[in-house]
Nanobody, 125 residues
Framework: QVQLVESGGGLVQAGASLRLSCAAS????????MAWFRQAPGKEREFVAA????????YYADSVEGRFNISRDNAKNTMYLQMNSLEPEDTAVYYCAAAQIWGPVVKRRDNYNTWGQGTQVTVSS
């Protein structure tokens, strides 16, 4: 099994930047894809970005393309989400997730079987 732990959330003003981290442990050799999702109050959990663990292929949601950057450090078993030009609409709990699939289906949350506990990001206007 794989365990995921997010960190790096916080309270920032609009226009600021934050970097989230997701540390993976356990049977990390089984990871094929890792992704970030987010869930705002009263809304469904939505896809943010995904990255292939053994390559640099990525997917982004339209709402964050050009502002957010997903990356990973295989040696540290850690994935990152660099968030720039943050907007109040980015306020949510951010979750990392792992799966064994790739392609456009990475945008569907029901394809992920491992989740972290989440980290809160709050952007004030």
């Amino acid at each position: 099994q794989v365990q995921l732990v997010e960190s790096g959330g916080g309270l920032v003003q609009a226009g600021a930047s934050l970097r989230l981290s997701c540390a993976a442990s356990g049977r990390t050799v089984s990871i094929y894809t890792m992704a970030w999702f987010r869930q705002a109050p009263g809304k469904e959990r939505e896809f943010v970005a995904a990255i292939r663990w053994a390559a640099r292929n990525t997917y982004y949601a339209d709402s964050v393309e050009g502002r957010f950057n997903i990356s990973r450090d295989n040696a540290k078993n850690t994935m990152y989400l660099q968030m720039n030009s943050l907007e109040p609409e980015d306020t949510a709990v951010y979750y990392c997730a792992a799966a064994q699939i790739w392609g456009p289906v990475v945008k569907r949350r029901d394809n992920y079987n491992t989740w972290g506990q989440g980290t809160q990001v709050t952007v004030s206007s």
